[in-house]
Nanobody
Framework: VQLQASGGGLVQAGGSLRLSCAAP????????MAWFRQAPGKEREFVAS????????YHADSVKGRFAISRDNAKNTMYLQMNSLKPEDTAVYYC????????????WGRGTEVTVSS
C-alpha cells in the first residue's frame, strides 16, 4: 500500500490547512487510516484515526475541536482539516494505514511538513 500525503505548508497561527492522503489501489476501503505527527526533537504522536467505513473517528485531546479527520472512499483519499492552528502544531504529519483486523499501523507515507508561525 502506497500512501501519498500532501497539503502541508506555512500558515500563521489561527489559520487553517487541509492535508490529504491518497492511497491508490483497490484496497483503500479495507483500510483503517490515521494521521500521526512528529515535531522537531519529539517522538511521533497520534493525531486522529478513522475506520475503513468512515463511521468511527477518534481525535487526540490536543487537537479535538480543531482538527477533523475524514475520508472519501470513492476517491481513495483521507483528509485532515486543521483549523485554529497553533505554533505547537508545527510538525511533519504522516498518514498511516492498517488492515481493519490488525492492531498496529504498518503502512506509512513520507509525511508533509506543517509550520505554524506565531
Amino acid at each position: 500500500v502506497q500512501l501519498q500525503a500532501s497539503g502541508g505548508g506555512l500558515v500563521q497561527a489561527g489559520g487553517s490547512l487541509r492535508l490529504s492522503c491518497a492511497a491508490p489501489g483497490r484496497t483503500f476501503t479495507s483500510l483503517d487510516m490515521a494521521w500521526f505527527r512528529q515535531a522537531p526533537g519529539k517522538e511521533r504522536e497520534f493525531v486522529a484515526s478513522i475506520s475503513w467505513s468512515g463511521g468511527s473517528t477518534y481525535h487526540a485531546d490536543s487537537v479535538k475541536g480543531r482538527f477533523a479527520i475524514s475520508r472519501d472512499n470513492a476517491k481513495n483519499t483521507m483528509y485532515l482539516q486543521m483549523n485554529s492552528l497553533k505554533p505547537e502544531d508545527t510538525a511533519v504529519y504522516y498518514c498511516a494505514a492498517k488492515v481493519a483486523s490488525q492492531i498496529s499501523y504498518n503502512y506509512w507515507g513520507r509525511g508533509t511538513e506543517v509550520t505554524v508561525s506565531s
